[in-house]
């Protein structure tokens, strides 16, 4: 009141302004002279004027104004998910994929939130994600228990990683049989309990049990073991990317083998700037193919049955979910508006 009285310099004016009545915004100038024991105004001349103490006074009232008008800004960009942190964590393999491009354009789109990301291995990522450690998790399984929610964001072949000169390695794909007498490198069941399931299930219908080496650090170690010789093993396709002397890498075929990528989160400590990540990524793999986004899988496996002259649908491309429900599956609907999913998903 007192800065707007200022600047209009006139009772009357700055009432209008105010939407008050003029006795009672000469009331609120008294009172305020009165808490601060100080006179602001000389009411002797007509218009008052400001006394230096008033004077001051206003300058330092403008200045805590425009504090919080900036303050008011930031909360509204914070709870819009421009501002904030958004903690990260992904099992190691996934660098070598998509996800880290995907994340990219997030950052691009939201370059005032903090996204520190976490590489560990899929246990190490569950029990920090249930410590409230990280906001996120991006993990090789689906992770549900203890309120979590979890949402599948593509699924993907496992390749077979063979040393060079192996017998198989001349072959253009390997069936699981042909593994029968191989020393076969697996992860420990706790890591990745879906993940390490299949791949034995699928050795088991080929008529025997895995042996091998059990390697708990992750995929890479896996590649590493493969090049000195140390046995076969089981990877995502999105790490085949990576070289290694020595390795090579065939599609597994009868059965073909798929591995989940999903993200997880807690429902109860969804922030704005989270909730914002959560629809970017979920909405990212549900994008059509698009030549400029030739890092997502849709677009990379469309264009290795075009190369391959294939018309057939690639059953590993990620599909959305068969016939979901808009009220409680919100990121599968296409006619849902984005504001409305932050909401859905914050809830």
């Known amino acids: 009141m007192y800065v707007s009285l200022v600047d209009a310099q006139s009772f009357r004016t700055a009432a209008d302004a105010l939407f008050i009545s003029q006795p009672a915004l000469s009331q609120q100038i008294i009172r305020l002279e009165t808490d601060l024991g100080i006179q602001l105004l000389d009411r002797s001349t007509r218009p008052f004027t400001v006394t230096a103490a008033g004077r001051e006074f206003y300058i330092r009232c403008r200045a805590v104004l425009e504090h919080v008008k900036d303050l008011e800004g930031l909360l509204g960009e914070m709870h819009a998910g421009e501002l904030g942190r958004v903690r990260v964590a992904m099992a190691h393999s996934l660098v070598f994929g998509h996800l880290p491009s995907v994340i990219k354009e997030y950052r691009d789109a939201s370059p005032q939130v903090d996204v520190p990301i976490t590489y560990s291995t899929t246990a190490q990522i569950v029990e920090e994600l249930e410590g409230g450690r990280q906001d996120v998790a991006v993990l090789l399984t689906e992770h549900t228990d203890k309120g979590f929610t979890s949402r599948e964001l593509f699924r993907e072949p496992y390749l077979v990683a063979l040393p060079d000169d192996h017998r198989l390695a001349a072959q253009d794909e390997v069936s699981v049989a042909d593994l029968r007498h191989e020393r076969i490198i697996t992860i420990p069941r706790h ?144 006619q849902h508006d984005p504001q409305q999913q932050r909401e859905d998903v914050t809830q």
């Open 191 to 334: 890591s990745a309990p879906e993940n390490h399931d299949a791949l034995v299930v699928a050795c088991m219908k080929a008529g025997f049990s895995p042996r091998g080496p059990i390697a708990a650090g992750s995929y890479l170690d896996h590649i590493g073991m493969v090049s000195a010789g140390s046995g076969v093993a089981f990877l995502p396709r999105s790490l085949t990317t990576m070289q290694m002397p020595n390795v090579v890498y065939r599609p597994l075929v009868a059965p073909s083998i798929p591995t989940v990528v999903s993200l997880s989160w807690h429902p109860d400590r969804v922030t704005p700037a989270v909730a914002k990540f959560i629809e970017h990524v979920c909405l990212a793999y549900r994008r059509p193919a698009d030549a400029s986004r030739p890092w997502l899988p849709a677009y990379q496996d469309q264009l290795a049955r075009t190369r391959a002259g294939a018309p057939h649908q690639d059953q590993t491309d990620p599909q959305p979910d068969p016939q979901p429900d808009p009220q409680h599956d919100p990121q599968h609907d296409p």
